[in-house]
């Protein structure tokens, strides 16, 4: 069973940036797609972006994409959502999961195991 805890995130201006790290234990890390979500208040939980176990292979939504980059290093068993250019929208609590097959997926109901999140606020 893997464990996974966020950590990184914290108040920034818009046009800031931040970046979370999100360790995992547990198990083999390398077998494990890992993705970033996130929950803005009132709203529903939404993907922002997920790497292969490999590390080859990764996605974003598509209001992220230019300006935050997921990597791990799986000899830290880390991976890392670095976030450039926040805008207020990007307000809520990230939470990095995993799915239990090693298979890659990228939704939030394939995955099975959640941290419990860190908050990022994006305000003037």
């Known amino acids: 069973q893997l464990q996974l805890v966020e950590s990184g995130g914290g108040l920034v201006q818009p046009g800031g940036s931040l970046r979370l790290s999100c360790v995992i234990s547990?198990?083999?890390?390398?077998?494990?797609?890992i993705g970033w979500f996130r929950q803005a208040p009132g709203k529903e939980r939404e993907r922002v972006s997920c790497i292969s176990g490999s590390g080859r292979s990764s996605e974003y939504v598509d209001s992220v994409k230019g300006r935050f980059t997921i990597s791990r290093d799986n000899a830290r068993n880390t991976v890392y959502l670095q976030m450039n250019s926040l805008k207020p929208e990007d307000t809520g609590v990230y939470y990095c999961?995993?799915?239990?097959?090693?298979?890659?997926?990228?939704?939030?109901?394939?995955?099975?195991?959640w941290g419990k999140g860190t908050l990022v606020t994006v305000s003037s």
């Open positions: 547990g198990d083999t890390v390398d077998y494990h797609t």
């Open positions: 999961a995993s799915p239990f097959t090693s298979a890659y997926m990228c939704s939030v109901h394939g995955m099975d195991y």
